[in-house]
């Protein structure tokens, strides 16, 4: 008889330790590398900071005083001669008296003497050019030089401080916006604040896991090593939302309240101004768009939701040739949307359009789709029905069959006919996938854009009449360059997205079957 030895539970693989040290490795190196790159890039940011103020302000110190001496000395004169008198003489040496101020300060020569060196050489070539043997020039030298000995101190200490406010409202943050691409190193210059912000993340998580790594217990070790190790696979798309989702919606947010924006990070100053601009500025198509849109989205979801319920529900049975029927009708969702919108283009041409050939065999006129404003958006939604529906159908058919059949059977038992099993079984059994199949339509009518393009050749209807939002925010973007507005308008259009979405959930809230 054989013994029966104790159950002993299987060691778990003693994996805690290396994959803290792993992190902690990675997650240390990786912060000091970012840390280095922010810092080199702070460095190389100051320094063009330190250049760029000083270049700055010896520019405004010089320039001041010359325009100062210029007012001055062309303020004595009593008519436009002697004005010329004095112009002449100060071009004559303004610029050599300019450089030579403007090398005395690089030398590290103080404001003051340098700025009075380069006035008293230009109040001396004021009067230059002025002849002491005629009376009038005479006393207009003498005029001159009374006016500019005066205001010396004067003119001096206006330069100094005109120049030293100025140059003292400038930030490391302007400096950085105006560094050009071409510069070396650009990208650690531009983005340094963000390395250094992510260096010392990485760098903080790197010691806390390098921390409980060698001073914290076995079962915290477990309980820490449990938390990250599903991190490690979700870290590059929580990465991914971040950069290419998170992101863009939050500086979408923010440019939307930056008037005059410009993509260099320029902007006049925060407000509604935007907002202001793209709902009751001059010439704005915005009301018009967010018509269209609304009767757009208003037609053509409840259409194309109720054409996709029956198609799915035909589609559904067992009958021959289905799946010929379901290929030609999924074909669109791997069709360009550039080849279809030309084909459409060809139907609904007046003269050999498909859909006015099959008017007339009903006696009916032809239409101008494409030309006439009057059926601009008839031809929008048609186009927008056919196109929505390959997907549409894909959800209703998924959902159709989801359905337990021992409901049809028990119908049928009871001698329900089929248009009763319709609205009785099918309808309120498919209402949460019809609930999702509207949102999901009026969001993407909501963005329409696409049949705009490929019916009207890129332009907004014949006569700029079937403006959408999408095509608005277009517009503003690549034709008006006016990056704050169209982020206004975008976020315009996020407002009633979701409040249409909430309102809808509101509703199916009312209809959805247990």
């Not at 100094?160 to 070396?184: C, M, N, P, Q, W």
């Not at 194309?304 to 029956?310: D, P």
């Not at 550039?338 to 498909?354: D, I, P």
């Not at 209703?396 to 319709?422: C, E, M, P």
Request: aromatic content about 12%; charged content about 20%; some cysteine.
């Amino acid at each position: 008889m054989t013994e029966k030895l104790p159950f002993r539970e299987p060691k778990r693989p003693r994996r805690r330790g290396k994959r803290l040290m792993v992190h902690f490795v990675l997650l240390t190196a990786l912060g000091m590398l970012l840390l280095a790159w922010g810092i080199y890039g702070r460095v190389q940011l100051h320094r063009i900071f330190d250049d760029r103020v000083t270049k700055n302000h010896m520019e405004l110190l010089v320039t001041k005083t010359s325009d100062a001496v210029k007012a001055a000395a062309e303020a004595s004169a009593e008519d436009t001669a002697q004005r010329r008198l004095v112009s002449n003489g100060l071009s004559s040496k303004k610029r050599s008296a300019e450089n030579a101020a403007k090398e005395s300060l690089a030398a590290g020569e103080k404001d003051e003497d340098a700025l009075a060196a380069l006035y008293d050489t230009l109040a001396n070539a004021a009067v230059s050019r002025l002849d002491e043997g005629d009376e009038a020039q005479a006393a207009l030298k003498d005029r001159v030089t009374e006016s500019l000995t005066g205001q010396r101190e004067e003119i001096l200490a206006g330069a100094i401080a005109a120049a030293e406010a100025a140059t003292g409202g400038v930030t490391l943050g302007d400096i950085r916006r105006d560094v050009s691409r071409s510069e070396s190193h650009y990208a650690s210059i531009y983005y340094s604040t963000v390395l250094l912000w992510t260096g010392a993340v990485c760098l903080i998580l790197g010691l806390a896991l390098g921390a409980v790594r060698f001073f914290g217990g076995e079962d915290f070790r477990q309980k820490v090593t449990d938390i990250v190790e599903p991190m490690d696979y979700l870290l590059p798309f929580f990465f991914g939302v971040a950069v290419f989702t998170l992101y863009p919606m939050v500086r979408v947010f923010i440019m939307a309240f930056q008037e005059r924006y410009k993509l260099t990070g320029e902007f006049s100053g925060w407000g509604l101004g935007n907002f202001r601009d793209v709902l009751y500025g001059v010439n704005t198509k915005l009301p018009q768009a967010v018509g269209n849109t609304f009767v757009y989205v208003l037609v053509t979801v409840p259409v194309s939701t109720a054409l996709a319920l029956v198609l799915a529900y035909l589609l559904n049975q067992k009958i021959r040739g289905r799946a010929i029927f379901q290929t030609a009708y999924f074909l669109p969702m791997v069709t360009s949307a550039t080849a279809v919108g030309l084909v459409w283009k060809f139907m609904f041409h007046e003269h050999y359009g498909v859909i006015n050939w099959i008017l007339s065999l009903f006696g009916g006129p032809k239409l101008a789709w494409l030309t006439n404003p009057a059926f601009s958006m008839a031809a929008m939604i048609i186009y927008g029905v056919w196109d929505s529906l390959p997907f549409t159908i894909i959800l209703l058919i998924s959902g159709l069959q989801n359905i337990d059949g021992h409901y049809y059977t028990v119908a049928r038992v009871d001698g329900a006919k089929a248009l009763r099993i319709f609205f009785r079984i099918t309808v309120p059994l498919l209402s949460p996938t019809i609930g999702l199949v509207l949102i999901i339509n009026s969001i993407s009518a909501f963005k329409v854009f696409n049949s705009v393009v490929v019916l009207f050749s890129g332009r907004p209807g014949p006569t700029y009449n079937m403006y959408t939002m999408t095509y608005y925010i277009y517009e503003q973007i690549n034709g008006n360059l006016e990056y704050g507005r169209a982020a206004a308008a975008s976020l315009i259009l996020f407002v009633f997205i979701f409040l249409f979405t909430m309102l809808q959930r509101l509703i199916q809230r009312k209809w959805t079957y247990d």
